[in-house]
């Protein structure tokens, strides 16, 4: 029943999902805030992809086209939103989606899996039938991780959750490109890549990416992994919040 003259349509829109996954028990109570948190930042940063998010997503697309092990990690907040271009983005790279929840539980987790195995995702790890393993100094229900997804992996994708995970993981070697639209996030200093940006538009535009730089040079992709600098790409997204307002 939404107006599509409401000057904030897509963002009722997008609420309507977020609700509609609690109701189905995809998404975890917290994971409301959490979003409401993004909203704000969103605002702040003018609801778009900037020319330098926009940049960051190409140097994440040249990180899967060059990495052996990708995973996608998805969680609540992740599958209300964008689970059809997780699907899509697992598809064009060829590369499993591992659920790993901050709230776990056996029901979020049947929920989670047949949304994408729904979706004919080849690949779906981190449900309870898996073989986990700990990852080190990490407490809680995230630490588990699939012995055949993330503890093999080289890239780890993380959209939108809390730090400490992020941090751990790449203490031990991995690059981890991150989604999170606040750049002081604990996720957003500790990530190889953090792409500050709302994951509704950065999975379809990081798709787009991935189609156009398998067609490029290894020399050149590697180019655009070796220009690129995270803490220059986190002042540049501070300052371009500023900059809106001066
Ligand atoms: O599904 P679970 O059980 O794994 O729980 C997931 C949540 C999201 C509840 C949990 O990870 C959490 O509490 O996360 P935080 O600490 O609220 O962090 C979420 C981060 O994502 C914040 O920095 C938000 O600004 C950011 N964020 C929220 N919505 C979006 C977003 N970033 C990109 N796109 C969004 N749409």
């Known amino acids: 029943m939404l107006n599509k003259d409401h000057p904030r349509y897509q963002s009722l829109v997008y609420r309507e999902k977020i609700v509609e996954a609690h109701e189905n028990g995809i998404l975890a109570d917290s994971g409301m805030i959490a979003h409401g948190r993004g909203e704000t930042f969103d605002y702040l940063i003018g609801e778009k992809t900037t020319p330098n998010s926009q940049n960051t997503i190409d140097v994440a697309a040249c990180y899967f086209l060059t990495r052996k092990h990708p995973v996608l990690s998805v969680n609540g907040n992740t599958t209300a939103l964008v689970s059809e271009d997780i699907a899509k983005l697992s598809e064009l790279l060829d590369i499993p989606v591992e659920i790993n929840l901050y709230y776990r539980t056996p029901e979020r987790i049947e929920n989670i899996e047949r949304v994408y195995k729904d ?128």
């Open 119 to 246: 979706l004919g995702v080849k690949e779906i790890l981190g449900t309870d039938e898996d073989d986990f393993i700990d990852t080190p100094n990490l407490n809680g229900p995230r630490s588990p991780v699939s012995i055949e997804g993330i503890k093999k992996s080289d890239l780890v994708f993380i959209p939108l959750e809390d730090g400490d995970r992020a941090e751990k993981l790449y203490g031990l070697g991995k690059d981890i490109i991150s989604v999170d639209l606040n750049p002081l996030s604990r996720t957003a200093q500790t990530s190889t890549v953090t792409i500050v940006d709302n994951i509704v538009r950065v999975i379809p535009a990081l798709i787009e990416s991935v189609k156009k730089y398998e067609n490029y040079d290894k020399t050149d992709i590697q180019e655009k992994i070796d220009l690129f600098n995270n803490k220059t790409n986190l002042n540049i997204a501070i300052k371009d919040i500023i900059k809106r307002f001066e």
